[in-house]
């Protein structure tokens, strides 16, 4: 006789990873005191991100399994493998550039929410939409807010502040599955789902990426839909082959990435405030003193 699966009443941390060399290993051990499990997959990166990974697999055996499978093509592709692999009633769809408080950051600790999620009582699928934090290019830049009218600008740079709120926590149940959004991906929420709103932050998003994977990374959708590995291997490949002389007319893809940095990027960027808004985390504050230090 098949029994009906029951998961046990604690929390998987399912962390996509692609390129994030710069903040995987603080992301993994930031979210080591919140999660019962923490499931890593990478998909098609080029730098030392899957070795970083594998030591962290290597150290913290009784919690990170980490899977290497380059043929996921997209981020849902991504995070329903991982959920296949996981075990628990609470799903966290986490990303590799997401930095949690820890017990020593007080108030915004990872452990209050880990606390608050394992004593709810749920009868209905549950939807958490946490207010997080997001910072870009370098550690203390933000989003400066935009038009919310203007759709180029938001389909462009995504959401417009430097907090708002983002459905990451879901209760497993059958209907949960991730699913592509247009370019984006998520789960599909029913009536069934009860959401609940989270006011305070409990990590930040930390896209520290250089000029070059920001700019490539414009392009990694079309190049994996053309499934032609052989004549596009890498996403590099596929730029040069094809994008640069079709959007870029005789520009070097150096040029390509410098115009893109000065005319998209930058614009849209200001000082991230922790006095006024949210104080970062102490990890990212260490890493703040040294780079201060470092250019003193």
């Known amino acids: 006789m098949c029994r009906k699966f029951r998961p046990l009443n604690g929390i998987s941390v399912l962390i996509s990873a692609q390129n994030e060399q710069s903040t995987i290993r603080m992301c993994v051990e930031s979210f080591l005191e919140f999660g019962d499990e923490l499931i890593i997959v990478t998909n098609g ?60 950051d007080g108030r915004y600790s990872i452990t209050k929410l880990r606390n608050q999620l394992l004593q709810m009582r749920t009868l209905r699928p549950v939807a958490i939409w946490v207010e997080q934090v997001n910072i870009n290019i370098k550690w203390d830049l933000t989003r400066k807010p935009i038009d919310s009218n203007d759709e180029s ?5 995504g959401p417009p502040l430097y907090v708002g709120f983002m459905p990451r926590i879901y209760t497993r149940n059958i209907f949960f599955k991730f699913v592509k959004k247009g370019k984006n991906e998520g789960v ?7 959401q609940v709103f989270i006011s305070d932050p409990f990590w930040f998003h930390c896209t520290i990426k250089s000029d070059k994977d920001l700019f490539l990374r414009t392009e990694r959708r079309a190049w994996r839909a053309t499934n032609d590995y052989i004549k596009f291997p890498t996403i590099e490949d596929f730029f040069k082959k094809k994008v640069l002389k079709e959007k870029y007319g005789d520009s ?44 003193e």
């Open 45 to 104: 990166s080029t730098d030392k991100t899957p070795e970083i990974c594998r030591e962290l697999e290597t150290l913290y055996p009784d919690k990170v399994k980490y899977y290497k499978n380059d043929s996921l093509i997209d981020l849902s592709e991504n995070r329903q493998y991982a959920y296949s692999k996981s075990k628990y009633k609470w799903i966290f769809r986490c990303d590799g550039d997401y930095i949690a408080y820890n017990i020593e």
């Open 153 to 157: 600008l938001t389909k462009l740079i």
């Open 188 to 194: 599909k929420l029913n009536r069934l789902y009860k």
């Open 252 to 295: 070097s893809i150096e040029d390509a990435i410098l115009d893109y940095r000065e005319n998209v990027i930058n614009p849209l960027l200001t000082k991230y405030d922790p006095l006024s808004c949210y104080p970062y985390p102490k990890r990212i504050q260490e890493i703040i003193g040294k780079e201060c230090s470092s250019n």
